[in-house]
């Protein structure tokens, strides 16, 4: 029969038995039955599943499986029990969120199962006491009257209740002038406590009107957010004007309004935007300019829907004879162009005709620059005959200082970039160029994606004036090859076997812990020198963190048999090793080893040791990440998750990122994004995970 309270009635549970949908745990219940404890219910899903979790957070509803503290949590191929669990030492004075979590196989994600939320009470102290006047002496010698409190007494919110019925019914005596017992049930050093029985009845009310009055606090305006109810923060959001979604994380909310002013007040800045993705999506956040200084991208790939004949096309002059348009013939196709449909047409009538960009009026209509800086510009272009490109450098008051320039051979059948290299002048303080045509008679050409930047050669074209935003993932596996793919002779690929073989063994999706194979790890009947080694090795600067963890899924072949992980972390001016001893059974275990390093290492370098003769192992999912204890496996090939390979082209040396919930937080981001940035303003978002290392999630113009 399902409980008779309030809590399920109000979640929805009808009286009697139900039949609870599959994968499934609701009703989810947690009760605020003490201070700092709760005591949570659910109902055990039914459906095939092999893992069960319940999370905890006190800041929101947890995203994923790691986004809290895991307070419950089943063997691989267990079920649940359904037992009650008590959860304790919570923070007083704020909610507590619980997310259930099952995984239905091996390789797939973790989807939740059903949630609660309860409000841990603050325990109230107040303080009671006679108020006299003393004569106090201030630091400057003057005395003066005080009144303060004199036997100061501190009162719990209980005790206080319990004061107001009379003392024969709440002392242990039942005597009128005894004092009020509020003792509870429990062992001393000394021996059993006694204690007033209706105390204890009481103390259920006392709980309550804690509940109430911390409920109160909460719904007064708090600047950090961070214990906010749920209820406040959909209304401070519609308050503030920050955009609503339904589905977006409490924790998000919370930090949207929290910033709220502070995101307001650098709207339309680098800082502004910063700190609205960072709230937004939860991951860390580098945002840089492109480096294309063109003065709008309308004049670098002509994307003016809106153009009609004769109007004018940004800075784009030309010269006598010479016509100008915004063409539909198809530009080039560029990863990085906003623009697949516009270019600039230039029809030319006869000899030494030209077009230019901002040489009749530097000032305004110029490319700013820094002199004795190195620049180039780029762009594509087709047409009948050759060009001479030139850069004219001019002062702070639009005077010429000099030229420099490069020729330029067209094709007339297909798009092809060309460039002119040159170092600033000094006393350059602005920019243009002109590209003059060699045909002397009728001649057409179309130009299309220039970028003129600080640096040589040209670099992959961006638009200009745009904005790159990049998102970093919430972990990183630094092992390369972690599933241990192997190569054509069938040696597992950025693995180092040292004194033993190693050879792929395939499995089902039950038997290894996170992918189709494994590799079997056989070692010789006498080891001629040292012992066996398996190694991975990480070069390169890690993020930020002093602690890693490297953790492997590992299983015995011939009985128990110990291995030791070791863990270097190299950097300078000195090397750190940690080590640990892992006995290997029948059974699949994940055994692990951490380091804390005192200075961010540069290389990283993760060794399963063996001495055992003729021992046969089975390894799988080895990880390499920041913090002090292993986190739940992941690799590039779970995309389902949010998992990426750094680079997708060579997943066997690559190592890879995680992104919590990322489909639905781009989807918010690509909803927003455009509101807190410059009218005209090109912007990328990218996160790891393509050939060249970053994958543009999104992009377009505000």
Not at 336 to 362: E, F, H, R
Not at 418 to 431: E, F, I, K, L
Request: negative net charge; aromatic residues 12%; charged residues 15%.
């Amino acid at each position: 029969m399902a409980l008779y309270n309030s809590f399920k009635y109000n979640d929805g549970t009808l009286y009697g038995d139900g039949s609870p949908l599959d994968y499934s745990a609701s009703p989810v219940v947690a009760t605020a039955i003490n201070y700092g404890q709760v005591s949570l219910s659910y109902s055990v899903p039914t459906g095939g599943y092999i893992k069960f979790r319940i999370v905890r957070n006190q800041d929101g509803y947890p995203e994923t499986s790691e986004d809290g503290k895991i307070i419950y949590e089943t063997d691989l191929g267990e079920y649940p029990t359904g037992s009650t669990i008590l959860d304790t030492n919570l923070v007083l004075g704020r909610f507590v969120y619980y997310r259930v979590w099952i995984q239905r196989t091996a390789n797939s994600y973790w989807e939740p199962a059903g949630d609660a939320i309860t409000l841990m009470p603050l325990k109230h102290t107040l303080t009671s006491g006679n108020n006299v006047v003393k004569s106090v002496t201030g630091s400057n010698g003057v005395t003066y009257d005080s009144p303060i409190a004199d036997d100061v007494e501190f009162s719990t919110t209980h005790k206080r209740f319990m004061s107001y019925f009379p003392a024969v019914l709440t002392s242990m005596s039942l005597s009128p002038l005894d004092e009020i017992n509020t003792n509870y049930s429990y062992i001393e050093p000394t021996g059993y406590q006694e204690n007033s029985l209706i105390s204890r009845f009481f103390e259920g009310f006392s709980f309550s009107i804690d509940e109430f009055l911390t409920f109160a606090k909460i719904i007064v305006p708090d600047v950090s957010g961070a214990n906010s109810s749920p209820s406040i923060i959909g209304l401070k959001s519609f308050e503030l004007g920050i955009k609503p979604y339904n589905e977006l994380a409490i924790k998000a909310q919370k930090r949207l309004v929290r910033d709220a002013v502070a995101i307001y007040s650098k709207k339309g800045t680098i800082d502004g935007l910063t700190l609205f993705v960072k709230d937004l999506t939860g991951y860390k956040t580098q945002i840089t300019e492109t480096t294309n200084l063109m003065l709008s991208y309308e004049e670098s790939t002509f994307k003016i829907e809106s153009w009609d004949s004769g109007d004018p096309i940004g800075s784009w002059i030309a010269g006598d004879g010479v016509t100008l348009e915004v063409s539909t013939n198809t530009p080039p196709s560029l990863t990085n162009s906003l623009d697949t449909v516009y270019s600039l047409k230039a029809v030319a009538t006869g000899a030494s005709q030209y077009i230019a960009y901002g040489i009749n009026k530097p000032i305004t209509d110029a490319i700013p620059v820094i002199q004795n800086s190195n620049y180039s510009l780029s762009f594509y272009c087709k047409g009948p005959s050759n060009l001479t490109m030139t850069i004219t450098w001019h002062d702070r008051l639009g005077n010429s200082i000099s030229t420099s320039s490069n020729s330029a051979t067209v094709s007339s059948s297909a798009f092809q970039r060309h460039q002119v290299q040159a170092n600033s002048p000094t006393g350059s303080v602005y920019a243009s160029f002109k590209l003059e045509f060699a045909s002397t008679g009728s001649a057409t050409y179309y130009f299309d994606s220039f970028q003129f930047e600080p640096a040589i050669p040209a670099t992959e074209y961006y638009e200009p004036r745009g904005v790159l935003v990049s998102l970093l993932p919430d972990k990183i596996n630094f092992i390369k090859n972690p599933s241990f793919e192997v190569d054509s002779a069938g040696v597992p690929i950025s693995w180092t076997f040292t004194n033993l073989t190693a050879v792929k063994v395939e499995s089902s999706l039950d038997e290894a812990p996170g992918s189709e194979h494994m590799v079997k790890i056989t070692t010789p009947g006498s080891f001629p020198s040292g012992q066996g080694v398996i190694s991975s090795t990480y070069t390169g600067t890690a993020p930020t963190s002093n602690f890693y963890t490297f953790s492997v899924y590992a299983r015995s072949l011939t009985g128990d048999q110990v291995v030791t992980l070791e863990l270097n972390a190299n950097s300078v001016p000195s090397n750190v090793f940690s080590y640990a001893e892992a006995t290997l059974t029948s059974e699949w275990q994940r055994i692990s080893v951490s380091i804390y390093s005192p200075n961010i290492p540069g290389q990283l370098v993760a060794k399963i040791k063996t001495l055992v003769p003729n021992a046969v192992f089975y390894l799988d999912s080895a990880q390499l990440e920041e913090g002090s204890s292993a986190t739940d496996y992941f690799d590039g090939d779970r995309t389902y998750d949010g998992s990426v390979w750094f680079d997708t082209a060579n997943p066997g040396a690559s190592i890879s990122g995680h992104y919590s919930n990322r489909d639905q937080r781009i989807a918010h981001l690509m909803d927003s994004i455009k509101e807190y940035l410059p009218v005209g303003t090109p912007y990328y978002v990218t996160f790891y995970g393509s050939d060249t290392y970053t994958e543009v999630a999104l992009s377009g113009i505000a």
